[in-house]
């Protein structure tokens, strides 16, 4: 049978430490305990009966008690199993951090690591650029510094100039000659 028990919130991980110790200590019939990444403020218990699941979780701090339905492991399943996704950051793209201490900060991706699942990044609103290694779950991607199917010319043909006002169809550019002298610069001298 699998219990919910309700604990503080931020405190799964002292609490879930509290309950393992209880249980080997007192050799009860507990199978498994799980707290899962991103269920704030519970932990499942896996145990033979419903009093086991008690004893354990009974009169620790942090335990606020034991949820009175029991689940399946089918319902939970998705919870517990890891899922591996496509990892879709890459270096150069600009990125909002997700988890804490530089929650809602924007930085740059400088290198990525994939079999380790971090990134390194640094802080666009820092004077001085300092690298800061986050785990992948922690970012989100905000923009691209190239926009997939783009072009470096990005739109533009290859021989237009930079900020050159493009030309109606059929006329052609005005030709100016080398050999063009003003006669008098631009203001009159007795301006």
Avoid: C, W
């Avoid at 169809?169 to 080398?178: H, L, N």
Wanted: charged share 35%; aromatic share 6%.
């Amino acid at each position: 049978m699998i219990f919910i028990i309700k604990v503080t919130t931020n405190k799964e991980d002292r609490a879930l430490d509290l309950i393992s110790t209880k249980i080997h200590k007192k050799e009860l019939n507990v199978y498994s305990l799980a707290r899962p990444h991103g269920l704030r403020g519970y932990i499942f218990l896996e145990a033979e009966d419903r009093d086991s699941a008690e004893e354990a979780a009974y009169n620790l701090p942090y335990v606020k008690g034991i949820i009175g339905k029991t689940v399946t492991y089918d319902e939970i399943k998705n919870m517990i199993e890891p899922i591996m996704e496509e990892i879709n950051i890459e270096k150069g793209d600009i990125v909002e951090i997700i988890g804490e201490p530089f929650k809602k900060e924007k930085a740059k991706v400088v290198r990525i690591d994939k079999t380790k699942g971090e990134a390194v990044v640094t802080l666009l609103a820092a004077v001085v650029p300092i690298p800061v290694t986050v785990k992948l779950d922690n970012i989100k991607v905000i923009r691209r510094e190239k926009e997939e199917g783009e072009d470096e010319t990005s739109g533009k043909e290859a021989g237009d100039k930079e900020g050159a006002e493009p030309l109606a169809k059929g006329t052609e550019a005005p030709q100016i000659s080398q050999d063009f002298e003003p006669s008098e610069g631009l203001i009159p001298d007795e301006y």
